[in-house]
């Protein structure tokens, strides 16, 4: 996922998967960086942040669209600029949660 | 008599006349008749050779109008994931920059080739690359050495370059290509050899027809933090504040790491349509050639054909005068 954010943040999320490049200006996004639940707004600080699996959530005006993400980077440019890069990236709509609660089971066993 | 005029005839030229000119019609053909082949004694003109070389050129050039067909399929099924995937390394070259002319001690040369063969000259611009690259970095204090992915490059490369292989990984297209199975080699590649600097050569696809031989760096973090010292290109990466809870260099490790998968990923891919494109190319080039080859080899036929049919209508005509006469 490749977000650019500029002021207002605009992004471009790239994925492995899918290679979506999609740069949009929002607001806020808010990343789930290893250290927390990262804010981004326009004139974040610099930054270079690794991010464990969790939500994503692109705040654009009212709207709100959260993405389940896989590990990856986060580079914050001083421009406003954003850049998300991460193996995967799921819509949370597009996620069962049964069908995910199943596989928990079934992967544990499979650990243990 | 006549017909010992016209053997002796036949004898200086190359076609042989046939002694049964009631067959004449049927054109028999037994011996061979092209210029050196013909042994003494035999005298026929035939044209089963020409036949046959003729069935042959044409099977040759259905094969690689097939091949072509193959080739131009398998291409748009991965131009379009290689396409996408290009975005991948973008950010990481806008932070880290690619610096081909980094000095370092210890470069790791990436060569990625294809497995199968008939597909132009790619790999030979890759390997000659690498080589060059080798010849580059050799020296006091320096070394490189070879992680060669594909059967073509080890080919080539186990010649003369054995000892400074590392890693060589075949059969890369078995399962069609994703970003786990790269991960993964790449992981193999990082656990196992030491590098500084990690260079990918590939061939990168810009169009069907133009496949350019590419050299992409990937620099582990201590170089990187040397170069960022140093100004120039990485000067900014100081001004990065590094969020997490472990430290910077651990952090910059991980980077250089998510950054060698995504580089190998892209790589990868499009070497494969650089590799279906430079097919397509070869097998078009090679069924025209089969086409030109069967112009000419028809060209040869008929007139063996006429050239035979005129003799055998001499020998008739002579025939039938030298028994009037």
């Not at chain 1, 200006?25 to 990262?38: F, H, L, N, S, Y």
Request: with cysteine.
């Amino acid at each position: 996922m490749f977000l650019f954010l500029q002021p207002p943040l605009t992004r471009s999320h790239r994925t492995v998967r899918r290679g979506i490049v999609r740069r949009y200006e929002v607001d806020m996004v808010i990343v789930p960086a290893t250290t927390g639940q990262m804010g981004v707004l326009p004139g974040h600080v610099a930054t270079i942040a690794e991010f464990k699996p969790g939500v994503l959530s692109v705040h654009e005006g009212s709207e709100t669209t959260k993405y389940f993400v896989s590990s990856g980077f986060v580079f914050i440019h001083a421009n406003s600029f954003a850049d998300i890069i991460t193996v995967k990236a799921v819509p949370l709509d597009r996620i069962n949660a049964n069908l995910v609660q199943k596989r928990l089971v079934d992967f544990t066993q499979k650990l243990s | 008599m006549a017909m010992a005029a016209l053997r002796r005839e036949g004898r200086r030229f190359a076609p042989m006349i046939s002694p049964r000119p009631i067959t004449a019609l049927r054109s028999s053909p037994l011996a061979p008749s092209l210029e050196d082949e013909c042994p003494i004694g035999v005298r026929y003109i035939s044209t089963q050779v020409v036949r046959n070389r003729m069935k042959s050129v044409k099977n040759i050039q259905k094969i690689t109008k097939a091949m072509k067909m193959v080739a131009a399929s398998k291409l748009r099924a991965i131009q379009t994931k290689a396409e996408n995937s290009r975005g991948l390394w973008q950010p990481f070259t806008a932070l880290l920059g690619d610096l081909p002319s980094a000095n370092v001690k210890k470069n790791v040369v990436v060569t990625i080739s294809s497995d199968k063969g008939l597909c132009g000259g790619i790999n030979s611009t890759s390997v000659k690359i690498s080589k060059g690259f080798h010849k580059l970095n050799s020296g006091p204090e320096k070394e490189t050495k070879y992680v060669i992915l594909g059967e073509k490059a080890k080919a080539q490369l186990v010649r003369d370059s054995k000892k400074d292989i590392e890693l060589i990984i075949t059969e890369l297209q078995k399962n069609p290509l994703n970003y786990t199975q790269v991960s993964v080699l790449a992981d193999e590649i990082l656990k196992n050899v030491e590098y500084d600097a990690l260079r990918i050569v590939f061939n990168k696809f810009h169009s069907v027809v133009s496949f350019v031989p590419t050299v992409s760096t990937v620099l582990s973090p201590e170089i990187v933090e040397r170069e960022a010292e140093s100004g120039g290109k990485l000067g900014d990466l100081d001004s990065y504040e590094v969020e997490g809870g472990e430290t910077k260099g651990e952090i910059l490790q991980n980077l250089a790491e998510f950054q060698f998968s995504c580089v190998m990923f892209n790589a990868v891919l499009e070497n494969a349509c650089s590799e279906q494109g430079a097919r397509m190319s070869a097998m078009d080039s090679s069924s025209r050639n089969a086409g030109d080859m069967l112009d000419r080899l028809t060209l040869t036929y008929n007139r063996t054909r006429q050239a035979s049919i005129t003799t055998e209508l001499i020998e008739i005509i002579s025939g039938a005068s030298a028994l009037e006469g």
